[in-house]
């Protein structure tokens, strides 16, 4: 059984029910779609193949009511978000934010924020602080069910201020952390998400969490127990 209900299968493939209590998805399913309908779109960068596959499997699981995810930069991943909803029949909302243009960083994208999801009504696109505006947005539409996507700021303090902003309002979400990949100091990479989860879960032990830990940039998808 998926945290919210069963996953409805791809298109007009047999629906795929989980007959364990365990996170699972058909395999087949997901890599046919990630393989002929998200690729051609989406490409392998700046999400490769195993975080496509992820991402899909996560969602489709989880079946969540609406999607939260910051920040936006071109739109890569609303556009999967929006894809994988899209083909799966999922009853998800997307709702991607961005800082504000005025507000400087170093991934600021500027005139180019959202192109790969402009001409796409559905999704709902804001501005301000990711978490902030999210949780603003989910009280104002009393949303029950929400799924968070974080890949705005990777500075440890950021997402584990995020980190704790969700449990505090929505204990039960599911959420994933984008750049969590763990390689030692020697390797000069920003450890930051990875040690914001690492020191997250020694105080919050009611996830169960799991990730692509090949290779860079990395994801870590955080479950709530039942
Ligand atoms: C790595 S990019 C995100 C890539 C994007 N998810 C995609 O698929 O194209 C990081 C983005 O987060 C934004 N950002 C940084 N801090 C943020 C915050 N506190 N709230 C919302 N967005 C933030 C940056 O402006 C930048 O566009």
Not at 15 to 22: H, S, T
Not at 31 to 53: I, M, R, W
Not at 133 to 148: E, G, K, N, Q, W
Not at 154 to 183: C, G, M
Request: one cysteine or more; hydrophobic letters at 40%.
């Amino acid at each position: 059984m998926g945290i919210f209900s069963r996953q409805k299968s791809f298109r007009s493939h047999t629906p795929f029910i989980p007959q364990g209590n365990q996170f699972e998805v058909n395999m087949w399913e997901t890599s046919e779609f990630v393989s002929k309908k998200l690729l051609p779109v989406v490409s392998y960068h700046p999400f490769p193949l195993s975080e496509l596959v992820f991402m899909v499997a996560a969602l489709v699981y989880t079946r969540p009511d609406y999607l939260f995810e910051w920040g936006t930069h071109v739109g890569k991943s609303a556009r999967i978000w929006y894809e994988t909803a899209r083909a799966f029949d999922l009853p998800t909302q997307i709702v991607t934010v961005d800082l504000p243009p005025d507000v400087e960083h170093v991934e600021q994208p500027g005139q180019r924020r959202g192109e790969l999801i402009r001409h796409l009504s559905s999704i709902t696109q804001l501005l301000g602080d990711g978490v902030t505006t999210s949780l603003a947005y989910a009280r104002d539409y009393s949303v029950v069910r929400p799924f968070f996507f974080l890949d705005g700021d990777h500075e440890y303090a950021s997402v584990l201020r995020e980190l704790k902003a969700i449990h505090k309002r929505y204990p039960h979400a599911p959420l994933i952390v984008h750049d969590t990949f763990y390689q030692d100091d020697a390797s000069g990479y920003n450890c930051g998400p990875h040690r914001a989860i690492k020191d997250f879960l020694t105080s919050h032990l009611d996830y169960r969490h799991m990730e692509t830990a090949l290779g860079l940039p990395g994801m870590t998808l955080l479950l709530p127990k039942l």
